[in-house]
């Protein structure tokens, strides 16, 4: 089988959907000689900032010498980013020995016509991988709530890590915020629970009644001791417990999840780790994520931001209100099971052309129907019918001391983002040329 089998093959399990439980992982785990028990884990839930976070933390880590694993999702710019060593992507050929090994197992794992979902391949790929590349550490985010979600068959952890708390995936995790923080909590299980320090109350409460029934200590990191100041493009000087610190991550949010890592980072030193300071102020600085309020140009302005929550939406609206004020073009495509009316209530508002696009997902909404609720929320609504009608129609007539938006969908994010790239760079060179 050729890499590029190994791709289709998984990709046709992609038509399984999304089914939570333990049971299929722990069989095929087991069939793997569970490996999950071969390693050191911190793992990470919660509704956004877990990308973020994951990455931070993994890059102090491998900075400061230790074999780090990576395990996130969904990926942006190649499949293979979902599963990393020390910041660098699985090879190819890599990819290709463990999944093989894995799609074997899985078919010996295999009963009652039951078998392993996408995600739960994906999971043991992962860990098969770190366990050959004999990681000291991994950190590990959750695919979908907590409970159920497969990555929740490894052993107590190093620490958990609850990131923000907000409404999503409210179809299958619960319609109410206290729903959905005890699935998150499902992680919990002993050591120490490090949480995002702007959790509602009614949020904090119930993860402090979990610690409390499996004896984990949770700690929250304080606001008072954080200080900050934003420039114009996000590039943010911020001072945590007396230490200076910068971060490249854009958007409020993301010194909210800085000083959750470097919390974290503290636990990590009581346990025997030594990650110097050096080490972590670099870490904050220096990590990037696709599509995470990510400048793809400056002048004009083109932001990538995955957000696709409420939460998310709103992190956006923040950003945005910290740059000259201008016009704002937005391109967006959303999933049908999102929230759009509190998404549009965040984004499409500020715009003042909306561009409505449907993403290239089985889930995906109309671009008719996000353009018809749309008109609710902005005066100049557009549909576009691919995406390259989309970006094309953005750049008509667009200034430099404009500002286009592009956000909705994670996987909106993955397809669009080449087509934006290719964009820019025909502009610059046809500027350049003049």
């Known amino acids: ?94 990819f290709l020995e463990c999944a093989e090994y894995v799609y074997h197992c899985a078919e010996q794992s295999t009963i009652n016509n039951d078998p392993p979902t996408q995600f739960e391949i994906l999971t043991a790929i992962a860990l098969e ?27 107590p952890p190093l620490l958990q890590i609850i990131t923000s708390i907000s409404l999503d995936h409210t179809n299958i995790l619960g319609s109410t915020i206290e729903e959905i923080t005890k699935e998150k909590s499902g992680i919990i299980k002993s050591a120490t629970t490090i949480v995002y320090p702007k959790l509602p109350k009614e949020v904090l409460q119930i993860l402090k009644k979990k610690c409390k029934l499996v004896n984990s200590k949770l700690v929250q990191p304080d606001c008072t001791s954080l200080q900050f100041n934003t420039n114009s493009f996000g590039v943010c000087d911020f001072s945590y417990e007396g230490i200076s610190y910068k971060k490249s ?118 671009s008719k129907k996000l353009a018809e609720v749309s008109k609710q929320y902005c005066n100049n609504v557009k549909q576009a019918s691919s995406l390259e009608e989309a970006v094309n129609s953005a750049f008509l007539n667009l200034k430099e001391s404009d500002i286009l938006v592009i956000c909705g969908s994670l996987y909106l994010s993955h397809d669009i983002r080449p087509i934006l790239i290719r964009k820019i760079k025909s502009l610059s060179m046809t500027k350049h040329k003049n």
């Open 249 to 366: 991550l854009l958007g409020e949010v993301q010194l909210y999840n800085a000083i959750v890592v470097i919390t974290a980072s503290k636990e990590l030193n009581q346990l025997g780790f030594s990650l110097p300071s050096e080490s972590i102020c670099y870490g904050v600085e220096h990590t990037f994520i696709p599509a995470r309020m990510e400048i793809l140009s400056e002048s004009p302005l083109v932001l990538l931001d995955g957000s696709h929550n409420e939460d998310g939406a709103i992190a956006l609206k923040k950003t945005l209100a910290t740059f000259p004020k201008t016009s704002i073009k937005m391109i967006m495509g959303v999933l049908k099971d999102k929230n759009i009316y509190k998404i549009l209530e965040n984004t499409a508002t500020l715009s003042d052309i909306f561009i409505a696009v449907s993403p290239n997902h089985p889930r995906a909404l109309s």
């Open 129 to 155: 991988f770190f366990v050959r590349q004999k990681c000291d550490i991994v950190l590990l985010e959750v695919g979908l709530g907590g409970t159920l979600d497969s990555t929740n068959i490894i052993p």
């Open 1 to 94: 089988m050729t890499y590029q089998e190994t791709i289709a093959h998984f990709e046709q399990l992609g038509k399984l959907g999304i089914q939570l439980g333990l049971v299929r992982i722990e069989r095929l785990l087991n069939h793997m000689g569970n490996p999950h028990h071969k390693l050191k884990f911190i793992h990470v839930a919660g509704t956004n900032g877990k990308g973020s976070t994951c990455y931070m933390l993994s890059n102090i880590l491998s900075h400061s010498g230790y074999k780090t694993g990576l395990f996130t999702s969904p990926y942006i710019l190649d499949f293979r980013e979902s599963i990393q060593v020390n910041m660098k992507m699985i090879s190819e050929e890599h």
